[in-house]
């Protein structure tokens, strides 16, 4: 095992050796320095590479672009970087691991956690901790069906390799049922915030059913939202950077994880964003609730092909 570990620290410092670039870039820098400091990652989405939002990080508040450097001055030390994703996206599982071990290289890691692995996975994942060696999915009771392994292989390795623990971000399959059967005893943030919640539910299942069924669905998230953040309060590392992976539902300032955060732990908001035809950045994430913040920054990265979701689902409902 001492072989391991030496084996590990040994990654660490030709990772940080390789990641090592010229990051003094300032705000008159021009576009492709700024997109130079995701370390010549090579984009996947084939779609849109060469609009000028790929590969640049905007500031929400402060309606600037910022880069590494910058955001290396503000990371949220004993706290999270929360990084929202599309969970089909190539290019924002790229930078999953492009933050896991970057933050590592520097000795700023502290633990991981991901929505994609349930409470009842904890005492698997633990066992691998720090021993990735011949590690299959199986192993972990990695729950393919609804995360495929090919997406998430390369974010989980590096956690367990790197980071102090791989942390459960998600209810089990018992742990939800309970909370179907106790849909009121869930904790609500505010009406205004059930509504947007219930609006986001019909919407993103096809306006299939009205508003008004859509509680049920509504309270499982919040519940979700409110274990995450327990986690994420429970897990956070004195002085360390802890990296939370997760839809972009759940990361969202204005209506996710987020507001069931203490106050007091520090955290950052990454929405990483596919481009679309829009070149302004304040453009994206405009469905604000309480026109609250979204996030703190938009990553943007190339765009996948357009895919008829609500055909797909209709399709799936029609089998």
Known sequence: MMFKWMYSKSCLALLGAALLVSTQANADDDQDNEINVWYDLEWIAEQRQEH??????????????????????????????????????????????????????????????????????????????????????DELNWPERGWPWQHYAAQVTSALRYAERLVAGDLSTV???????????????????????????????????????ADPMVAMQIARDQYMAEQLARFSVAQKVSVFIAGSGHVRADYGVPKWLPDEL??????????????????????????EQPADL??????LPERDYCAELLEQMQR
């Open 52 to 137: 000028p939002l790929v590969g640049r990080l905007w500031d929400v508040a402060e309606e600037q672009f910022i880069d590494w450097e910058q955001l290396r001055q503000q990371l949220p030390r004993s706290g999270w970087i929360l990084l929202g994703e599309q969970h089909d996206h190539p290019d924002h599982h790229q930078l999953q691991r492009w933050f896991i071990e970057r933050l590592a290289s520097g000795d700023n890691l502290g633990n991981v956690a991901m929505e994609m692995i349930a409470s009842d996975q904890q005492e698997a994942i633990d066992q691998w901790q720090g021993d990735v060696d011949n590690l299959v999915p």
């Open 175 to 213: 742990e939800k049922s309970e909370v179907r059967e106790n849909l009121d005893k869930i904790e609500r943030y505010s009406d205004s915030h059930n509504v947007f919640l219930a609006d986001l539910v019909v919407s993103s299942h096809c306006n299939l059913f009205p508003a008004d069924r």
């Open 266 to 291: 520090p955290r950052i908001t990454i929405i990483l964003q596919a481009v679309g035809g829009s070149e302004d950045p304040s453009s994206y994430l405009a469905d604000r609730h309480n026109d």
């Open 298 to 303: 938009i990553l943007f990265v190339p765009a």
